[in-house]
């Protein structure tokens, strides 16, 4: 039914690089052998996912959506992909993504951009904005992407679908394409809290491969969703509101924190004063750590080479020059200027100064609360080629950085619609507090 679902609607949507058609009907035959037998049955089993991109799957493309990586088979599964696996997922696809999930529209794709299905004019968010699409057209029961300053949670309140990323070191980083190590997240899209529960209890938990994921066993989540949030203290962080914010986004937050009143939340104000740094700060450390990360595309070990040459500095300057695309050029840029002798304290330092005050302003919030509460965008979803400043594009996240900054967790719930495209709401909790902030999504739908 997936599969024929993405025929109708994958041409005017354009969520998949690739559709894994044959490999989805095998995967579901064996889930129907597995429920014949009734051995090794999960909650996963057998239900349609889509993948963003740049999670490795052993001998399936993982482009990232650039060209360098076109043609790039890994020879080995993410840790993510082999739990997903274990569970006897259906994977539908791989899904569109802005490049190295740089964008907050899909249109940074090398390939096409994604449309977002409640009005195919406009984007769907981004960097996950084809795993959003996919949820939301019906094409996958559920998405997995990667948030680094919002990726997940932005698409998400675009497309009107839940996006969970959970807390830093939760899950594995082990076969994730990396864009800002200190910062990426691979979460889950789902269409509802109850499933995001049981997509994110799939790939939480230590991992030997990743020296940065957390040794802690995953909470049980599914068991989390009592379907009451009495008595839980939720922050409504002041700063969170921002010139030029539609009225209707600021009205559906007003509507959503009073009918969490309603649910028996004891609701706070609280302040988050460093939250206006919050995008300058990201600004240098998620394309310093970038500009090392893609270091490694060479045209030696991986991926697209230019061969045109007998001169290697030549094949190396125009293998980066032809396989990257003009946003990650620009973060490349950016970021290895902001890690420069003589810029540095000036700049990555003073980041990260502001990233521990940050870190800090949460730590506060959450001695008082178990969750904070806010708009999850500061806009509906935009016409595709509407924000062509790069600068425009980067304040889109301005409510979900903070979060990856601090390392704790957030998830974007529907909250709404304004004139018929959705709005998204986030709640964030405190490192591993995932299982607060589901209860309160699902107990909110
Ligand atoms: N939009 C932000 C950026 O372009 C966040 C992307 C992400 O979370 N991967 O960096």
Redesign the pocket.
Known sequence: AHLERIRQVEPKVKAFTLVTDELALKQAREADRRFASGENLSPLTGIPIAIKDLICTKDITTTCSSRMLANFKPPFDATVMQHLNATGIVMVGKTNM?EF????STEHSAFFPTHNPWDLERAPG???GGSAAAVAAGMAMGAYG???????R?PASLCNVVGLKPTYGRVSRFGLVA??SS??QIGPFARNARDAAILLQAIAGPDASDSTCSPQPAQDYSAALTGSIKGLRIGVPKEYRIEGMPEEIVQATQASVELLRSMGAEIKEVSLPHTKYGIAA??II?PAEASANLARYDGVKYGYSYRDTTDMWEAMEKTRENGFGA?VKR?IMLGTFALSAGYYDAYYKQAEKVRSLITQDFERAFKDCDALVSPATPGVAFKLGEISDPYQ??L??VF??PA?LAGICGVSIPGGFSNGLPIGLQLLGNAFAEDIILRIADTFE
């Open positions: 802005d999930a740089m964008g907050s981004g960097s996950s990667s948030d680094t300053g919002g990726s997940i932005q864009f800002a910062l990426d990201y600004y998620a946003e973060r594009m980067y889109q996240d979900t950085i990856n």
